[in-house]
């Protein structure tokens, strides 16, 4: 599992997933070592992470800019029950969107003076799908349709003094109708545009490291569907 945290993604894993090949410029022994958050500096790994120990750190981590920190691996025998530890703790909310593409280019929206990707919550009783279409075309006016899943990524926030843990689904679509493109100024959006991918590469410098891997993450779904061809 992996949370962005003030654009900050820190993973928890098993140590079975540990990468051997990954290098971390800090180690803590998470057991017998008290984490103390502005000791944090670089790729960060806290070995035998206890369920509360991660709890604590992101609760501080959501309040704080950690601006010497590049990510944050737990690492921890009991993986699972952490990761349901953390879910009871934060509010859980789901979000649903989509990386649209039209002949090549795809389709982004400039929003708190960075680019993003066309996103929302669920509606109550609404399925994921049907929110990633709604949510789209709502803030960008394009028709859209869902071709397959990219991935879901995880961040957390604070609304109204509650810590929410926010999942967001992402669908690969496409285009069906870009008539009405125009971009959905009530929900702080200031421009919509399509984006070839030289201009895609230089707006994720202005962007978020979760959208960042959304887009990795659909342009390998890309890379196998050529291949399969």
């Given at each position: 599992m992996k949370?962005?945290i003030?654009?900050?993604?820190v993973s928890i894993?098993?140590p079975?997933?540990?990468?051997?090949a990954?290098?971390?410029d800090?180690?803590?022994?998470?057991?017998?070592?008290?984490?103390?958050p502005?000791?944090l500096?670089?790729?960060?790994?806290?070995?035998?992470?206890?369920?509360?120990?991660?709890?604590d750190?992101?609760h501080v981590?959501t309040?704080?800019?950690l601006?010497?920190v590049?990510s944050?691996?737990?690492?921890?025998t009991?993986?699972?029950?952490?990761i349901?530890y953390?879910k009871k703790?934060?509010k859980?909310i789901?979000?649903?969107?989509g990386v649209?593409?039209?002949?090549?280019?795809i389709?982004l929206?400039?929003r708190?003076?960075?680019w993003?990707?066309?996103?929302g919550?669920?509606d109550?009783g609404?399925?994921k799908r049907?929110?990633?279409?709604?949510?789209?075309?709502e803030e960008?006016?394009?028709?859209v349709?869902?071709e397959?899943?990219i991935?879901?990524?995880?961040?957390?926030?604070?609304?109204?003094?509650?810590?929410?843990l926010?999942k967001t689904?992402?669908?690969v679509?496409?285009?069906?109708?870009?008539?009405n493109?125009a971009?959905?100024?009530?929900?702080?959006?200031?421009?919509?545009?399509?984006?070839t991918?030289?201009e895609?590469?230089?707006?994720?410098?202005n962007?978020?490291?979760?959208?960042?891997?959304?887009i990795?993450?659909?342009?390998?779904?890309?890379k196998?569907?050529?291949?399969?061809?």
């Amino acid at each position: 599992m992996k949370i962005f945290i003030n654009d900050i993604p820190v993973s928890i894993v098993s140590p079975e997933e540990l990468d051997p090949a990954k290098e971390f410029d800090l180690v803590i022994d998470g057991a017998i070592t008290k984490i103390k958050p502005k000791s944090l500096i670089d790729d960060v790994l806290i070995t035998d992470a206890a369920a509360d120990k991660v709890d604590d750190l992101l609760h501080v981590m959501t309040d704080n800019k950690l601006k010497k920190v590049d990510s944050i691996t737990f690492c921890s025998t009991d993986k699972r029950d952490v990761i349901r530890y953390i879910k009871k703790k934060f509010k859980v909310i789901e979000a649903a969107g989509g990386v649209v593409d039209k002949g090549g280019k795809i389709l982004l929206i400039y929003r708190k003076d960075r680019w993003d990707i066309p996103k929302g919550k669920l509606d109550k009783g609404e399925n994921k799908r049907d929110c990633a279409i709604r949510e789209v075309e709502e803030e960008t006016g394009v028709k859209v349709s869902i071709e397959k899943k990219i991935n879901a990524t995880w961040h957390t926030y604070i609304n109204k003094e509650k810590y929410v843990l926010k999942k967001t689904h992402w669908y690969v679509m496409r285009c069906l109708d870009d008539s009405n493109l125009a971009p959905q100024t009530e929900e702080g959006i200031d421009e919509v545009r399509w984006m070839t991918l030289t201009e895609l590469r230089a707006a994720l410098y202005n962007s978020y490291r979760s959208i960042r891997v959304v887009i990795q993450e659909y342009h390998k779904l890309l890379k196998i569907h050529d291949q399969s061809l």
